[in-house]
């Protein structure tokens, strides 16, 4: 079928100036690098953004800024959801308003163990409140980290009454048998697996790329592989295997603080290497362990980071 928006969708780094403050300068210019090395489009203030760690207020203007300097809407899907309904509206009237090409939007993840019909009703309340046709709206299922699970059943529910706006899913839970689940139950959807390894297989099925935390850093390689899936081209599956083993180191660090200690060394600023609290920063031994695993793997960081804002 053909997805709103495909490709790889790059859940982008949000850097930070020696006051913890968000560095908007430094975000612009890597934005635009992002796109530049191939990226279809950019999925700001998620899970690896450190969004939950931004205030309403900083989101809105990065976003702001952002489309100010250039990079097209059309290009952002920005990350909405919060546990409190008024933020949530907030930011997601602030995107649709911005012509954004939609929001991913997390589920409200204080309370727990709510029901199908519980979490469905948020979730319309929310689309109710924005009140706007234009509104485009991608489920943010990452349930190891929100605590509360986007199920089939809630899914079904808000197509049925949503189906013109409920329009995708960023399936995070890293069960590729409910990833499988979603694309075969939902084929309307614009289904985004949160990880590059599955690339081949999970187009096959009908994916229409994919939202990973890697692509920062693995950006050109993983869509190349996505042009030779969609060309048939007979290289793919090697492309597949060398963008696995790249994505397999990256899943054994912390992988937010890995990548910006990765950029501060390659683009020599230190600055790149600050994440907000609670996160910590990663040490230097553990970096040069992980840049030897990548090495191995096939990923040379001169190459795959040339032309990194500093």
């Known amino acids: 079928m053909a997805h709103s928006i495909s490709g790889v969708w790059v859940p982008a780094l949000t850097p930070f100036d020696k006051n913890l403050e968000p560095d908007a300068a430094r975000f612009i210019a890597y934005c635009r690098w992002l796109l530049e090395k191939g990226a279809n489009g950019l999925a700001v203030f998620g899970t690896t953004s450190e969004a939950t760690s931004l205030s309403l207020a900083e989101r809105q203007s990065l976003l702001e800024k952002l489309i100010a300097a250039g990079i097209a809407p059309a290009k952002l899907l920005p990350g909405t959801g919060l546990p409190a309904l008024p933020e949530t509206v907030a930011l997601t009237r602030h995107a649709v308003t911005n012509g954004c090409a939609g929001v991913l939007m997390l589920p409200p993840f204080y309370y727990k163990n709510l029901s199908d019909d519980a979490l469905a009703a948020a979730y319309g309340e929310t689309i109710e409140r924005v009140g706007d046709s234009r509104l485009r709206l991608?489920?943010?299922h990452i349930p190891q980290m929100s605590g509360v699970p986007i199920t089939l059943g809630v899914i079904e529910r808000l197509l049925r009454r949503y189906p013109e706006t409920v329009v995708g899913i960023k399936d995070s839970s890293g069960n590729w048998e409910n990833t499988k689940a979603v694309l075969s139950h939902f084929p309307q959807l614009t289904v985004f697996p949160a990880t590059e390894s599955r690339l081949l297989e999970g187009m096959a099925l009908g994916a229409a790329g994919c939202i990973s935390?890697?692509?920062?850093?693995?950006?050109?390689?993983?869509?190349?592989l996505i042009d030779a899936l969609l060309a048939n081209d007979e290289s793919a599956a090697a492309k597949q295997q060398t963008v696995s083993v790249i994505r397999q180191v990256m899943e054994k660090v912390p992988v937010i603080a890995a990548m910006k200690a990765l950029y501060a060394q390659a683009a020599g600023a230190a600055g790149w290497a600050i994440v907000r609290p609670p996160l910590t920063a990663f040490g230097d031994a553990a970096l040069a362990?992980?840049?030897?695993?990548l090495e191995k793997a096939g990923y040379d960081p001169s190459v795959a980071l040339k032309g990194l804002p500093g």
């Open 213 to 224: 935390a890697s692509a920062n850093m693995n950006i050109a390689m993983i869509r190349v």
């Open 138 to 140: 991608y489920l943010y």
């Open 289 to 293: 362990a992980m840049i030897g695993d």
